[in-house]
C-alpha cells in the first residue's frame, strides 16, 4: 500500500500565487521528508527537506509545514512563477535499513500567467 | 562532473525479450537504486544496494534483476519482458549524510516501451 498519501493529483495556480501541496504518512519511524520536484523529460531533484523535531523550513519560496501529532506535511510555494510548473513529490524515509526512500504519488502543477 | 547518467534512453522491445539498462555514477556515492515512474503511481523502488557487490529488493523487485560489480554502475535487467515493465526508468545514488539523512541524485530516465 502507498506508505505516503499524496494530494492534490493536479493543480492550477495563477501567477503570484500560493501553491500547497499535502502529503500525510501512517508510519511513525519516518523522520527524514524530503520533496523532489521533476520537470517534463528530468529526473526529480531534492527541492528542500525536514526533519521532525522542527515544525517549519523555509527555503526562499519554498516552505515545508510539519504536524508531528498528525503525520501531515505540506509544501507551499508562496508567489508561484510559471517555471514552478512541474510534478513535486513528497517522501519519506527512516534511519533504519538503506534509508530507502518512500515516495508520494505525484502532483502536477502548473503555474498561469 | 557528469553525475547520474543512464542508457539507453529510450527503448522499445517485443514480449519475451531481454534487455540491460545501465546506470553510473561518478560521485563515488555507496547507495545506488532503480526505481520505476508510471502515472499516478508516483516513484517505486525496484531493487537497491548498499555497496559494491550487494544488492537488495524494494518494493517492486518481481521480473527484475540488478547486479553492481563496480561501485559507478548499477545494472537493470529485465529478462523477459512483459507489457507490464513498460515504464520510465530512473537510476539514482546517494551517500549516507548522517543521521539518516538521504538525499538521491536522480539519473535523466529510461523510457522503455514493451509491446
Known amino acids: 500500500q502507498q506508505q505516503v498519501k499524496q494530494s492534490p493529483q493536479s493543480l492550477i495556480v495563477q501567477k503570484g500565487g500560493i501553491s500547497i501541496i499535502n502529503c500525510a504518512y501512517e508510519n511513525t519511524a519516518f523522520d527524514y521528508f524530503p520533496w523532489y520536484q521533476q520537470f517534463p523529460g528530468k529526473g526529480p531533484a531534492l527541492l528542500i527537506a525536514?526533519?521532525?523535531?522542527?515544525s517549519e523550513k523555509k527555503e526562499g519560496r519554498f516552505t515545508i509545514s510539519f504536524n508531528k501529532s498528525a503525520k501531515q506535511f505540506s509544501l507551499h510555494i508562496m508567489d508561484s512563477q510559471p517555471g514552478d510548473s512541474a510534478t513535486y513529490f513528497c517522501a519519506a524515509s527512516m534511519k533504519t535499513g538503506a534509508n530507502n526512500l518512500f515516495f508520494g504519488t505525484g502532483t502536477r502543477l502548473t503555474v498561469i500567467p | 562532473n557528469a553525475g547520474v547518467t543512464q542508457t539507453p534512453k529510450f527503448r522499445v522491445l517485443k514480449t519475451g525479450q531481454s534487455m540491460t539498462l545501465l546506470c553510473a555514477q561518478d560521485m563515488n556515492h555507496e547507495y545506488m537504486y532503480w526505481y520505476r515512474q508510471d502515472p499516478g503511481m508516483g516513484l517505486r523502488l525496484i531493487h537497491y544496494s548498499v555497496g559494491e557487490g550487494t544488492t537488495a529488493k524494494g518494493e517492486v523487485p518481481d521480473g527484475y534483476n540488478v547486479s553492481r560489480l563496480k561501485k559507478q554502475n548499477f545494472l537493470l535487467g529485465l529478462e523477459s519482458a512483459a507489457p507490464s515493465q513498460t515504464s520510465v526508468y530512473f537510476c539514482?545514488?546517494?551517500?549516507?549524510?548522517?543521521?539518516?539523512?538521504?538525499?538521491?541524485?536522480f539519473g535523466p530516465g529510461t523510457r522503455l516501451t514493451v509491446l
Open positions: 539514482a545514488s546517494s551517500y549516507l549524510q548522517g543521521q539518516g539523512y538521504n538525499e538521491q541524485f
Open positions: 525536514i526533519r521532525p523535531d522542527v
